[in-house]
């Protein structure tokens, strides 16, 4: 994995990557100098499940209403967790994809809107899931 793929704005996005790539996307964020965060969703996978599992991990500010807006607007917030850009490995959605197919497609929707405002904002913000899911390409090995 480079660090110099990372660095690309312009590219940035939602990816799958494959748990044995995981390893290697924390040694190439510490190169890159961006901040890597991970989640590990468990238990029960309903929407509000793990939008409240997001918010504690992230560790978000107490007006976190754990919603998809709220999620929106905390990650989208520069002020949030401040770095020259992200990286958020999210691992455990299988099951959301499973048991609520409309959950899981909003919130990727929100995820993409939060890598566009960052791209705009030229941040690069990497969201990468451990669920492969139609219309997500998994992260390029270069």
Known sequence: MSDKLLRNTEISGVFHLAPGRHDAIETASQLA????????????????DVLRQLGSALD???WYGANFDALYDCLADPDWQPAKGHILLINGLTRLRRLAPEDF???????QAVVEARRKAHTP????????ARGIPTLPAA
């Open 125 to 132: 913000f990497w969201i990468l899931i451990d669920a492969p």
């Open 33 to 48: 100098h961006l901040r890597f965060l991970k989640v590990d969703i468990v238990g029960p996978s309903s929407a509000p």
């Open 60 to 62: 978000f500010p107490t």
């Open 105 to 111: 497609a909003t919130l990727i929707e929100v995820f």
